[in-house]
């Protein structure tokens, strides 16, 4: 299980130890709470909400690696499709692949900036599509290949034909990417607003809980 | 924003009259009130502004690239186009582009990437460039550029439509959440005041309203989220 956590934290691009103190400091605190709210209430009951806690704290921490990772994956894909779109243009607008290709550098990060750097070397050495299909591997992502594949396909014969479909694939691969976007913000949406109904589920406990220790006061004396 | 301050000021009120009615506790109402006030306050000056800026940003940005290419397909000059731009767009922008005077037109354009931070001002700097360089082909990029304006503006007002469809909807929920509250708490009338003087219940109500303001920054946070990404 530690293997797995760790993996998971890894792939985020979180610093392991860092992350394993703060979640140690965490639920240390809620146990600490915990004890000291029963000693407070010397009350059983209140066993059941901290654990629950304790347990959702946990679990949404290691879902959040997750995210993480899968958010990495598509900012690079997200980014990839806006550069692309600049692309797009030039190729459009007649300015040829290589410079268009050169031009993209000024405009990414240094993440991408360093693919970029690692595909400009490669394509100097390699005129085939390799470096093209090696720069689309970086993404997992099989429109971004399709796209790549095409871009050269237009950079070996600049034919109308080529270019269609360059633009084509570029043009699918933006909408994929728009549509999950907006996936992604409904989701959000959706996340939060089931917070409302998580806050009811409170109050219907505690009420419940409370409840029954007055009944328990009152049948006991 | 006048508008915002309100809301603040009633989700404070609100708040803090709930919390009052579910404890029967003076301290709690005041508390709740200036705790909720603080978060607002506090996400005012961090956040709030500056999305608030990036907004009026946005709207000028597609106004001015509009306006810019409708006075530049007149005449071509792009010191009379960025003069028509000017005309619909917010003082912030009059002000920031009159800051630049000494500069003269591509290099006054380029200028103003500090003010439109949004990638659609490169392209529409990219498009300048084209234009400046091969006239056969402007048009062509003039037509692309004015195509990702469209769905730019497009964009926008769906996000705004989908913001305030998002805060209509939590709203809902959480007056139904606390509607609840209230007509439990009217339904254990008869021993309330038992209740009350349960240490549980007092700190599952702390706890209830520690975790609707978490909700609030929840949300007003993914609202951010979806700001920052029709930024880019």
Redesign the interface.
């Known amino acids: 299980m530690k293997n797995n956590i760790k993996v998971a934290i890894n792939r985020a691009n979180i610093n392991f130890k860092k992350e394993l103190t703060i979640i140690l400091i965490i639920n240390v605190f809620l146990v600490a709470t915990m004890v000291v ?1 029963f000693i ?2 010397k ?1 059983n ?2 066993f059941i ?1 901290f654990i629950f806690l304790i347990v959702l704290v946990n679990a949404v921490a290691f879902y959040r690696y997750l995210f993480l990772y899968s958010k990495n994956v598509t900012d690079q894909i ?1 980014e990839l499709t ?1 550069l692309l ?2 692309l797009y ?2 190729i ?3 300015v040829n692949v290589k410079d268009a290709l050169m031009n993209l550098k000024e ?1 990414a990060s240094l993440k991408m900036n360093q693919k970029l750097e690692t595909f400009f070397t490669e394509i100097e050495k390699d005129q085939s599509l390799s470096p093209y299909l090696n720069l689309a591997k970086n993404f997992s992502s099989v429109l971004i290949e399709e796209v790549m594949i095409s871009l050269y396909r237009y950079k070996e014969n600049a034919s109308k034909e080529n270019l269609l479909h360059f633009n084509e694939s570029y043009l699918k691969l933006k909408k994929v990417v728009d549509d999950d ?1 907006e996936r992604d ?1 409904n989701r ?2 959706e ?3 089931a ?6 589920a ?3 406990m ?2 419940i ?3 029954i ?2 009944v328990e006061e009152y049948v006991h004396g | 924003m006048i508008f915002d301050y309100v809301i603040y000021i009633m989700v404070s009120l609100l708040a803090g009259l709930a919390g009052y009615y579910l404890t029967n506790n003076l301290y709690f109402l005041i508390g709740t009130m200036v705790i909720y006030l603080a978060y607002f306050v506090i996400y005012e000056f961090l956040f709030k502004r500056k999305e608030r800026l990036q907004l009026m940003h946005n709207k000028d940005l597609t106004t001015f690239i509009h306006d810019f290419f409708l006075a530049y397909s007149v005449d071509y000059s792009l010191d009379n186009a960025l003069l028509a731009a000017q005309e619909n767009v917010s003082a912030s922008l009059k002000e920031q582009v009159k800051m630049l005077e000494e500069f003269k037109g591509e290099e006054k354009l380029e200028r103003l990437t500090d003010y439109f931070s949004s ?1 659609l001002y ?2 529409f700097l ?2 300048i460039s ?1 234009c400046n360089n ?1 006239s056969e ?1 402007h048009d ?2 003039i037509s ?1 550029l004015l195509e ?1 304006n469209n769905n730019y503006l497009l964009n926008q007002k769906v996000l705004q439509k ?1 913001i305030w469809r ?1 805060l209509v ?2 709203s809902l ?2 007056i ?2 606390f509607s ?2 209230i007509v ?1 708490r009217f339904a ?1 009338n008869s ?1 309330f005041d ?2 009350t003087k ?4 007092l ?3 702390i ?2 309203f520690v ?2 303001l ?2 609030i920054h ?2 007003m946070r ?1 609202t951010r ?2 700001i920052k ?1 029709y930024e ?1």
């Open positions: 709210a407070f209430t009350n009951l209140l909400p997200k806006i779109r600049y243009q030039d459009n607008n007649q405009r976007e913000n959000q949406y996340l939060v607003k917070t409302a109904i998580i806050g009811t409170i109050i219907v505690l009420v809980i409370v409840t220790i007055i | 990638s490169q392209l990219k498009t084209i091969k082909e062509k990029a692309f990702e989908s998002a909807e939590f929920l959480w139904i959440s609840v509250l439990i254990v021993y038992q209740i349960t240490g549980i219940y700190i599952g109500i706890f209830y975790f609707f978490f909700s929840l949300f993914a989220g979806r990404r880019e």
